[in-house]
Each structure stands twice: as structure tokens, then as C-alpha cells.
């Protein structure tokens, strides 16, 4: 959707981090959501943020949320060859998710 | 729990063919959604429903499109006539709450 928008592509050595930036431009959103995509997968819940909340930290995964700016980052810790995916921002208007073109990651050795 | 579970799994259909994609929610879920994966428009929602009462249609891109849930481990959406450009992924997702959605492995449809 034109009202979430990521970069397209990213790409990262294998154990260092990564960082997914997403901007939206609706500051009613409730609930921000990542959502990871393997090829030929479903979407995949990986975390997701309160709109009242800056940060959330899920193991590997830190979420910052930036309401000022509208701007949401996902940082992958130590990142792996399984991480290699499509990531998904996304945002919540009641029951409804508009998302992201996604950002493809690509981690190489 | 199976999660979301879809079928078929991958559909070719000739253009003016009636197509059925199928959905079975998580049990206990209350949300049923349904989602359009294409690369020139990326991942747009169709339509949803709670307690089996659709909500929103507004996604639904025109009256060739239908969806129902007949009850609360099913729902279908139906096009017909199908054309070329309903080619896409097609997603269902479900949810017990207005923040997590749990999506399906999806249906591939492919319309000649």
C-alpha cells in the first residue's frame, strides 16, 4: 500500500545485523507488525509493536518505533542464511492490515 | 494446532472458468480474512469477517468476486468468471483478536 512504504532490498553479511526501516504515514494505526515471507510461504508473524510502546525486544529481534517521525525498524541480531526473506511492515486500522511492497533480504557469507 | 489451512494449493483455470478457493481457520478464531498477493500490487486485503457475518467488502475488486463463511471452520471465495488478471497468490488469514493474524500457506491461481 502507498501509505506503508520500505525499501526493497537489503542486503547483509552472515552475523551481522540487520535493519529494516518502514515509514507510514497514517498516525491512527493501533497496532505495526513484521511479517516475514520465505518463497512459495505464507506470511509469518515474527513481532509486532503497541502504538504506544518505542521499543520491543523478542530474542533476536528489536523493534523501534519512532510515532513522531512515523518511522518503524526492525533489527535482526546476528543474522543468519535462514533469515534470507521477504519482510513485510505493516499496520493495523481496526481489524484491517494495509502492508509494505516488502523488503527483500538477502544474507550472504 | 494445523494453523490456517488452504486448498487447493495451486490452481490453473482457463479465463471465464468459475474458481473456488477454500479456507479452514484456526479453531477457536473468530476473524477470517482474505488476501490478494500480486507483484504489481503487493498484499491488498479483500474482505473479512467476524463470527462468520462478513464486515468489510471494500477490497473485493468487483461482482465477479464473492466470499461467504457458512460457518466457523469454513469459508469460500468464488470467482467467476475468472480472467487473466485474477492471477495471484490468494491468502487467508485468521485471528482471535485485532492484532495477531495468522496466515495460510496460500493458494497459487493461475487463469490462461
Known amino acids: 500500500g502507498e501509505d506503508v512504504e520500505q525499501s526493497l532490498f537489503l542486503s547483509v553479511r552472515e552475523g551481522d545485523s540487520s535493519v529494516i526501516n518502514c515509514t507510514y504515514t497514517?498516525?491512527?494505526?493501533?497496532?505495526l507488525y513484521w511479517y516475514k515471507q520465505e518463497p512459495g510461504a505464507g506470511l509469518q508473524l515474527l513481532t509486532y509493536?503497541?502504538?504506544?510502546?518505542d521499543m520491543k525486544q523478542d530474542q533476536r529481534l528489536t523493534v523501534l518505533l519512532n510515532k513522531k517521525d512515523k518511522h518503524l525498524s526492525l533489527r535482526i541480531a546476528d543474522t543468519q542464511t535462514g533469515d534470507s526473506a521477504i519482510y513485510f511492515c505493516?499496520?493495523?486500522?481496526?481489524?484491517?492490515?494495509?502492508f509494505g511492497a516488502g523488503t527483500t533480504v538477502t544474507v550472504r557469507a | 494446532d494445523a494453523g490456517v489451512i488452504q486448498s487447493p494449493r495451486h490452481e490453473v483455470t482457463e479465463m471465464g472458468q468459475e474458481v473456488t478457493l477454500r479456507c479452514k481457520p484456526i479453531?477457536?478464531?473468530?476473524?477470517l480474512f482474505w488476501y490478494r498477493q500480486t507483484m504489481m500490487r503487493g498484499l491488498e486485503l479483500l474482505i473479512y469477517?467476524?463470527?462468520?457475518?462478513?464486515?468489510?467488502d471494500s477490497g473485493m475488486p468487483e461482482d465477479r468476486f464473492s466470499a461467504k463463511m457458512p460457518n466457523a471452520s469454513f469459508s469460500t471465495l468464488k470467482i467467476q468468471p475468472s480472467e487473466p488478471r485474477d492471477s495471484a497468490v490468494y491468502f487467508c488469514?485468521?485471528?482471535?483478536?485485532?492484532?495477531?493474524?495468522?496466515f495460510g500457506p496460500g493458494t497459487r491461481l493461475t487463469v490462461t
Open positions: 479453531s477457536g478464531h473468530d476473524y
Open positions: 469477517f467476524n463470527n462468520n457475518v462478513p464486515i468489510d
Open positions: 509493536i503497541f502504538s504506544n510502546m
Open positions: 497514517d498516525s491512527s494505526s493501533t497496532y
Open positions: 488469514a485468521s485471528s482471535s483478536s485485532n492484532y495477531e493474524q495468522y
Open positions: 505493516a499496520k493495523s486500522n481496526d481489524y484491517k492490515l494495509s
